[in-house]
């Protein structure tokens, strides 16, 4: 089988969609003839040198990576897609596709006629959600009118969409009837994980915007007997993280609290060898309720780490309660913080959570996410 892979993202970039789409091409082309993934051209170097540097990843022999130099500038989406259209139809002249994938709505107009010209199964892998915008208090809605038309006209004309989640699955559903979906969570590469005598802190990756919660982590450990030390990586900037420990100064203990920049995954992976406890604290946003699952969950999840979630639909498919972390309500942070303190001291609670994470990282894998999404387009 040859695949297509389109991402409107730039090669390199810190957006998490690069790292989630190399995975999941570099996954896809172990179980293909073939697979073949689109970018936007963002660097000088050569793709096999960004995978290589920047995603400390080696680019399998039948993943062909083509960046694409967008001649408008990056930000112009519709000349991207022109260009991968064109090129499209270029390679298909020496290699038969079987199927395309694209993560973006935008393309969807381009995804079908190309599905015409190849006589090609065409796929959506989604992310997000603007069919019913009464539904999105939590975005501007007003420039989201696009991608609710696109969705509406061209959804129903695709061979199937990949979801992240069974909550994606459940409201797609609803609104598409007649279409197929599928179930491929986002995926993890299983690493070794540090012994618990080195693990001190609570841990945080992601984004320090409001609606992913980090002020969550803040104040329930102001509330724990421990006082733990803390590692938030993600700050988008040095003024950033300097407004954000201003921010906090008043909760908790500064001297306690390190924040970092955006790190490359090595060093990523080397800082989570001593994270002790997870953070996924999301606030209630429809996003996070019926869309998200983020990549910071399979993070922790390969080094063995427990995770403090957000009891929330989409994070209740794989953080489960007493078992491989907690789950947190909103104005229920004392009983968390008490919690965190019994894993915090507690080897024995420790260790029986870390068995019960390992027992699911087979299914987790980026290679057993990519079997999936084989299965379902050989079934479709």
């Known amino acids: 089988m040859n695949i297509i892979y389109v991402h409107s993202g730039e090669l390199p970039s810190n957006s998490p969609s690069i790292t989630f789409t190399s995975n999941t091409v570099k996954a896809l082309a172990g179980v293909t003839d073939k697979c073949f993934f689109y970018v936007k051209r963002n660097s000088k170097q050569s793709p096999e040198e960004i995978f290589k540097t920047n995603l400390k ?7 062909e990576i083509r960046a694409i130099s967008v001649f408008l500038g990056n930000k112009y989406n519709s000349v991207y897609y022109w260009q991968v259209y064109k090129d499209v139809l270029r390679i298909a002249k020496s290699n038969n596709i079987d199927a395309i994938i694209t993560r973006n ?37 007003t420039k989201k009118h696009k991608q609710q038309s696109l969705e509406k006209k061209y959804i129903p004309k695709l061979d199937g969409i ?27 590469n299983i690493l070794s994980a540090s012994p618990i005598k080195q693990r001190k802190y609570l841990g945080y990756v992601g984004s320090l915007d409001i609606h992913k919660g980090v002020m969550n982590l803040i104040k329930i450990a102001s509330l724990t ?63 996070n309720k019926y869309l998200t699952s983020p990549l910071k969950i399979f993070d922790y999840f390969s080094k063995l780490i427990p995770v403090i979630g957000s009891k929330l639909p989409t994070i209740e498919e794989v953080i489960f309660d007493n078992n491989n972390g907690f789950l947190y309500e909103a104005g229920k942070e004392k ?11 507690d080897d024995t609670l420790y260790s029986n959570f870390q ?10 894998t ?11 387009f050989e079934s479709s």
């Open 335 to 345: 009983e968390i913080a008490i919690k965190i303190d019994e894993l915090m001291f």
């Open 105 to 141: 709505v935008t393309f969807l107009p381009k995804l079908i006629m190309l599905k015409n010209k190849l006589s090609c199964k065409i796929y959506l892998e989604t992310h997000d959600f603007f069919t019913d915008l009464t539904l999105r208090t939590d975005i501007n809605i």
């Open 162 to 188: 990949l979801c992240l989640t069974n909550t994606q699955i459940n409201l797609y559903s609803k609104y598409y009837p007649n279409t197929k979906f599928f179930l491929a969570r986002t995926g993890l």
């Open 225 to 287: 007997k421990s006082q733990p030390e803390i590692i938030i990586i993600g700050a988008k900037s040095k003024e950033e993280r300097e407004l954000f420990l201003k921010k906090v100064e008043s909760i908790y203990d500064t001297s306690k609290l390190k924040v970092y920049m955006w790190q490359d995954k090595e060093t990523l992976n080397t800082l989570l060898d001593e994270v002790k406890i997870g953070f996924v604290t999301l606030t209630d946003t429809f996003f």
């Open 57 to 63: 990843m080696n680019k399998p022999d039948n993943l």
């Open 355 to 364: 068995v019960n994470i390992a027992s699911q990282l087979p299914k987790l």
């Open 366 to 376: 980026w290679d057993e996410r990519a079997r999936r999404v084989i299965k379902a």
